[in-house]
């Protein structure tokens, strides 16, 4: 099975802090959303450092 990081759009504030954290540029700020491409492998980096828990890692 594999994991993938999903975010919550209505509680992301677009802060950019799990872009940073992100080693495998699987996460990018667009316009209106965060966007998880497909290479996320869902380790959680991300998940740990949002301030706002809007982001969970869940099985595709
Ligand atoms: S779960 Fe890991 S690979 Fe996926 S977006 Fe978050 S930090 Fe990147
Ligand atoms: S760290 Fe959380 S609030 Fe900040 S952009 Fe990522 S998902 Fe949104």
Request: with cysteine; glycine share 6%.
């Given at each position: 099975m594999k994991k993938r990081a999903v975010v919550d759009r209505k509680k992301c504030?677009?802060?950019g802090a799990c872009v940073a954290v992100c080693n495998l540029d699987a996460n990018e700020l667009v316009e209106t959303y965060l966007e998880i491409k497909?290479?996320?492998?869902?380790?959680g980096a991300c998940a740990k450092v949002c301030p706002l828990g809007a982001l969970s890692i869940e099985e595709v």
């Amino acid at each position: 099975m594999k994991k993938r990081a999903v975010v919550d759009r209505k509680k992301c504030a677009y802060c950019g802090a799990c872009v940073a954290v992100c080693n495998l540029d699987a996460n990018e700020l667009v316009e209106t959303y965060l966007e998880i491409k497909e290479n996320c492998t869902g380790c959680g980096a991300c998940a740990k450092v949002c301030p706002l828990g809007a982001l969970s890692i869940e099985e595709v």
